[in-house]
């Protein structure tokens, strides 16, 4: 028995020493998980009510569109696989390919339906809703009253404007009850079969193709959100159809997810994990970066980044952004376009970007930065037209504008302040432009630092004199950046109104020819650049820390982040 | 005893609900609101919001109502983490903080006072001139400082803790001395002051004279009166510690409940701002009951009976 035993054993010992050697030492597979810092808690995971960009990183893995941007800002076919659009570019027709919920049940025509009702219903009070107004009847179904379970449109007094009535304190709207909206009818998306999605839109938008890769209008499983108004609450019922799958939020904490087995192109993820942190602090993030606990976060502190975009450690990835001041053009002296394009010329950009900011920003000499296309593919609105409309630093001709204002060397003009919110990069930036107006035009002016909220109610209220802003855009587009200066318009903030302009605006909304559509955006923006309700000062980047094994990682321009085709090498 | 205890409930009940209402409306006299963003939104989507939260009810209609769900103990939903309830920040949050607050009320008890008892005993000596360096140190040194110090020193260059970051014990350590180190400061002096007096008492002669030992002297007679004060002080800072700090949870990446003082208002996160304040309000004024029950306990003098007017 015993020495059987032992036969046993050295039999066991040679097949397992045989066993390796012949096991080649081979390279170790590198493991395909990455960490990410998100930067913050995300203020929900809902696609359909969310605004931000960190809860935009965290939808995009998880859910799939009916198109999705790829790695050239370009739309391609997703949960559609090809559609067809109309003459007059309203309708388009898209036929769905076989994609599964992690549930397992189809992605279906009616879940994109009830997805963007749902959206847009006013109950729901969607912050984003408004990028679904481009669907026809979205607009009116999402400002309208509902009454029981039937919804109306506002009613309006003889002048048009919109009745209210009291009710114990409260003002209400009253609704017209001959003009019910029917959401089952009245609103432009449809699902004709379950594969088939009739989309009418309110006008031509040439971008709609991008849209529909925007998280407002990803799709949401009908059976299990329609039944669990929580069902984004918790990840067990946290249906998707993307490419990877939530399997942990530990709140302020992390995320993560793991690769969508179900997933229609899961053949293309090549990660099979991905862990965001929710890490504040920028420098902290940094030093976790440095010790290995994140291979990619996407704050980098600013005194830092210099050494690190040499050292290899962060890239600075292009953003559709644009760091700017507001004039109160309803006071004086900011009324008078000389004295804001003197200030305006009176700066010395290119000072700002390579001394302060740091971070290979481009001086702006335009509003609408690079990295829009026009109307060819491949070209870029920014240089397609008129590239910048004033020089950098032209301290001459600023001089003698504010001079012909009335104003020469600065004499005489009154005292006013840059408003901003405290940060200290807003600080530096306020005080070297407080300087340069100084030297260069004589000009005094104080720097007013306020809490966030403080400064967003005086910006609003136009209680300011020159005040700091910055503009994000919202889709690949020179309208979202150019529409916001109609006249009384919620994000233009200056009191700036120009008949000519608003009519190039509504021109180009409903334009279906891109190359008329994008001369008229050209024609509004000049507009915008002559009257100088606004000072650009650069165009924003966006740097990351991005360890040197993540191989094809994609940001995209408005911020996005995509790790479908990421992985580690 | 009984009735003591009563009336201290009910007058912490009051104090509680005194806070809310302030709070309350104080809070709504803070210009812009939870929807105000950079990209403003369109007005008719405020609208909806406004009625989906009842923000555009009348203000005493919406501070009834919250009172009313505040007594049942329901927080609100949250306006800025729109899946989540304020009930939920906190039982998320509170645990986490709570947890690393209690290791640093440890390191601030066994560190500072015995520091403190340390330098009084060797008063005007280099024992007693180190305590109060590394007292002076521990008061002056702000938090964010020693966080970042301690950080590189142990987690950048020696490379024995992780950086940051929660769930493991070792991400506990560097935090947890953060936090502790103007407690222990803090104690440290108090408890070497407060020894010096009693050192000086007659009753402390009387034991020496009576030949006792100079530990027996120290431990049973001394260290007992000094608690007092240390006990008056550990309530508050036990609150205090316990809900979490906003620098030391965002340097560390914590996810405890201290950030939510911070952001809760510059989100204008109505809920969270009313939710996070009684919260700390109710544990604070809880904390200083339970100091006021040590008290008898440790000192037979003080009784809590009823006052008789004659």
Known sequence: ?569 | MLKFILQRVLSMILVVLIVASATFFMMRLLPSGPFAREKKLPPEIIKNLEARYHLDDPLWKQYVDYMKNLLRGDLGPSFKYKNRTVNNIINDGFPVSAALGAVAVFLAIVIGIPLGIWGALRQNGWQDNLVMFIALLGVSVPNFIMAVLLMLIFALGLHIVPAAGWGTFKQIILPAFTLAGYPIAFLARLVRSSMLEVLRQEYITTARAKGLSERLVIFRHALRNILIPVVTVLGPLIAAVFTGSFVVEKIFAIPGLGRYYVTSINDRDYTTILGVTIFYSALLVLMNFFVDLTYAWLDPRIRYVERKVS
């Open chain 1, 1 to 569: 028995m015993r020495k059987a035993l032992s036969l046993v054993l050295i039999a066991v010992f040679l097949v397992s020493l045989l066993g390796g050697l012949t096991v080649v030492p081979s390279v170790k597979a590198v493991a395909q998980e990455v960490t990410y810092n998100l930067g913050t808690e995300p203020a929900a995971i809902d696609p359909a009510i969310t605004t931000g960009i960190p809860e935009a990183n965290i939808e995009l893995q998880v859910f799939d569109g009916l198109t999705r941007i790829d790695n050239n800002n370009m739309p391609q076919p997703a949960i559609a696989k090809s559609w067809t659009i109309s003459k007059d570019r309203k309708t388009y027709l898209f036929t769905l390919r076989d994609a599964y919920w992690t549930n397992g049940t189809p992605v279906t025509a009616y879940d994109f339906e009830y997805a963007w009702k749902r959206a847009l219903s006013p109950e729901v009070a969607s912050e984003y809703a408004y990028q679904l107004y481009y669907v026809y009847g979205g607009e009116a179904f999402n400002t309208s009253i509902k009454v029981g379970s039937k919804y109306y449109v506002q009613a309006v007094d003889a002048k048009g404007n919109p009745l209210t009535k009291k009710e114990g304190d409260k003002d209400v709207p009253v609704p017209d009850m001959k003009k019910e909206i029917d959401p089952s009818k009245n609103i432009g998306v449809k699902a004709l079969d379950a594969k088939t999605l009739k989309v009418y839109l309110q006008s031509p938008t040439v971008y709609f193709l991008n849209l529909t890769a925007f998280p407002t209008l990803m799709p949401v499983c009908k059976a299990v959100v329609s039944t669990n108004d929580k069902w984004a609450d918790d990840i067990n019922t946290y249906v998707t159809d993307g490419p990877f799958k939530l399997i942990e939020w530990s709140h302020n904490e992390k995320l993560v997810f793991v690769k969508n087995p179900t997933y229609w192109d899961k053949d293309k993820v090549k990660l099979s994990k991905i862990t965001y942190y929710m890490v504040e602090d920028e420098s902290t993030a940094l030093s976790m970066f440095q010790s290995g606990q994140l291979d990619a976060a996407a704050n980098v502190p600013t005194s830092e980044l210099p050494k690190l975009v040499a050292s290899g450690e962060a890239q600075i990835f292009p953003y559709l952004g644009t760091y700017y001041y507001r004039f109160n053009v309803t006071k004086k002296p900011f009324n008078d376009v000389r004295v804001r394009k003197a200030l305006l010329l009176a700066i010395n950009r290119a000072g700002i970007t390579q001394s302060i900011t740091q971070g290979g920003e481009v001086p702006a000499l335009a509003f609408v930065p690079y990295g829009i296309a026009d109307a060819i593919p491949g070209s870029d609105f920014r240089k397609a037209s008129q590239e910048t409309f004033y020089k950098d630093n032209d301290i001459a001709a600023a001089q003698a504008l504010l001079a012909q204002a009335g104003y020469p060397g600065g004499k005489g003009f009154p005292a006013f302040s840059i408003l901003y919110n405290t940060s200290n990069r807003h600080k530096a930036i306020a005080e070297a432009i407080q300087q340069m107006w100084k030297k260069n035009l004589g000009i005094t002016c104080t720097l007013k630092s306020e809490e966030w909220g403080v400064y967003l109610d005086d910006e609003s209220r136009l209680n300011y004199n020159v005040a700091r802003a910055g503009w994000i855009g919202d889709y690949m587009d020179p309208n979202t950046f150019l529409d916001m200066f109609v006249t009384g318009g919620g994000n233009n903030q200056t009191g700036w109104s120009n008949k000519s302009y608003d009519a190039l605006i509504a021109k180009a909304k409903a334009t279906t020819d891109p190359k008329a559509r994008m001369a008229t955006l050209h024609a509004a923006e000049k507009i915008l650049m002559t009257d100088m309700p606004i000072l650009p000062i650069y165009y924003y980047t966006n740097p990351v820390l991005l360890s040197k094994s993540i191989k094809n990682f994609y940001q995209s321009t408005l911020g996005f982040v995509d790790w479908k085709n990421a992985y580690m090498g």
